[in-house]
């Protein structure tokens, strides 16, 4: 979420300092997903996974013991799940190419749940971010850990950030809509304002619509299909610049593609499929695309 703000909304991004974290590697196998959730909804409340990333408070029985009240309190099973079930289907690969603003990963030489190897190995995709290493014991930031180091990288990217940047690419979900008539125009243009996006006029597309949220982007498609099934719908995302009232970017020439080769059902980029958590089923095309397979569940809020 922290690598997408930062790409979406560089202007509201002075610098990002990741601490203990690497961009992970998603998977679409659905009993290995099954297989992990089970592992760690079984253990939720005993203090084991908690423990993991506190090993300084698990040695002693006590401190397990409120390990285990640490992780009742914190999450219910059902919403561990959740999370969880999320966080190995989103690639946060697809991001790093529109992330510029300042970047400094701090980790810990021996942390316990992410090895320093590994995140080490990733940095050559942020070649313009700094790796910094530090002491600790535990993967948690309140644990056992060199938090002077840690604060004084913070600072550094405070002191040092350009507040007053200027940026012309940002990271943005794009929705092009083809096949619109006045009679359903109203009706389009509606969900996208309703559902926080900014409708843009350019040659060769009916209506193009940019989102912030990639979540949301693919929410309002799914509504917008049911305005009319004669609707072409496109969702794509990636750089592009407001110029003029009128969106620019290659993401735009995808969203346009994509909505040329819908039918009757809103189609996603693949991109679109590994940054967002939205609540809709997605289907997957020979030609690695997604279509929307129906819409937005009853009561169901778009975050992004």
Not at 87 to 95: G, I, Y
Not at 259 to 286: K, N
Request: hydrophobic share 45%.
């Amino acid at each position: 979420m922290s690598l997408y703000f930062a790409a979406a909304h560089p202007d509201r991004v002075a610098g990002l300092l990741a601490y203990g974290s690497t961009v992970p590697t998603c998977t679409e196998d659905p009993e290995l997903i099954e297989q992990w959730l089970t592992f760690v909804v079984s253990g939720h409340g005993t203090g084991y996974i908690a423990g993991s990333l506190w090993p300084s408070m698990a040695q002693t029985e006590e401190g397990l013991r409120w390990l285990a009240r640490f992780e009742r309190y914190a999450v219910s099973p059902a919403m561990l799940r959740s999370i969880i079930g999320t966080t190995v289907v989103l690639d946060p690969n697809w991001v790093l190419p529109a992330l510029r603003v300042p970047t400094t990963f701090v980790h810990g030489k021996q942390d316990p749940a992410l090895p320093y190897e590994d995140v080490e190995a990733f940095m050559p995709s942020l070649p313009g971010a700094r790796f910094v290493a530090i002491d600790v014991v535990d993967h948690v930031p309140w644990g056992d850990i060199d938090l002077e180091a840690l604060v004084g990288e913070l600072e550094t990217l405070v002191d040092e950030g350009d507040w007053r940047a200027e940026t012309t690419y940002v990271l943005t979900a794009v929705l092009v809509v083809a096949s619109v008539t006045p009679s359903n125009r109203a009706g389009i243009e509606h969900w996208v304002t309703t559902m926080g996006g900014d409708v843009a006029t350019i040659d060769g597309a009916d209506l193009v619509a940019a989102f912030r949220g990639p979540s949301t982007a693919v929410q309002c498609a799914a509504m917008v299909q049911s305005v009319s099934t004669d609707l072409r719908i496109g969702v794509a995302v990636g750089e592009a610049r407001w110029v003029s009232g009128r969106l620019e970017g290659p993401v735009v020439t995808e969203a346009i593609r994509l909505a040329a080769s819908a039918d009757g059902r809103a189609v996603v980029s693949s991109a679109v499929r590994h940054v967002t958590a939205a609540e809709v089923d997605l289907v997957e095309r020979p030609d690695g695309s997604f279509q929307v397979a129906g819409p937005v569940p009853a009561g169901t809020v778009a975050v992004s």
